[in-house]
């Protein structure tokens, strides 16, 4: 094709029917030979950075968390007993899933052996954990 047949240089006389505007850009993904490896003295100094330490967890949020699990279980556990579907009055409900609640509280306490942590391990690697 001679240079007069094309359009912008690319191969089409026009670019009706082509489903473009025309517009030819650049690929920018498209990296110079020069930048394509690194070099040596760069790769030394990203060989010596340390990692940066892990943020400390925000406390409110954990025990937010720790208070939120209990709750899942204690619906969980009233859910299994049938007494959301009971035909019981509301405060008697409320006053058995508090005291089911101060059981859960207590069991999560012995197993933690009294220490005050986060009670979903199988997350520990956010920082609220």
């Known amino acids: 094709l001679s240079l007069s047949s094309m359009f912008n240089g690319v ?15 650049t690929n920018l993904a498209n990296l110079p030979k020069g930048r394509r ?16 330490p892990m ?10 968390d720790k208070k939120r699990n209990i709750e899942i279980r204690v619906i969980q556990w009233a ?11 509301q405060d008697k409900i409320d006053e058995v899933m508090d005291k089911a609640r101060e ?10 052996n009294g220490r005050d942590i986060v009670m979903n391990r199988d997350r520990q690697l956010s920082t609220h954990e």
Request: hydrophobic fraction near 25%; proline fraction near 5%.
């Open 55 to 64: 943020a400390k967890a925000n406390k409110e949020i954990l025990e937010h």
């Open 79 to 89: 859910e299994e007993n049938g007494y959301l579907d009971s035909n019981l009055p």
């Open 37 to 52: 490896t690194v070099k040596e003295s760069d790769w030394k100094k990203v060989q010596k950075l340390k990692p940066q």
């Open 103 to 112: 059981r859960i509280t207590q069991e999560e306490y012995i197993k933690s």
């Open 11 to 25: 191969g089409v006389r026009t670019p009706r029917g082509t489903g473009t505007n025309g517009y030819v850009s």
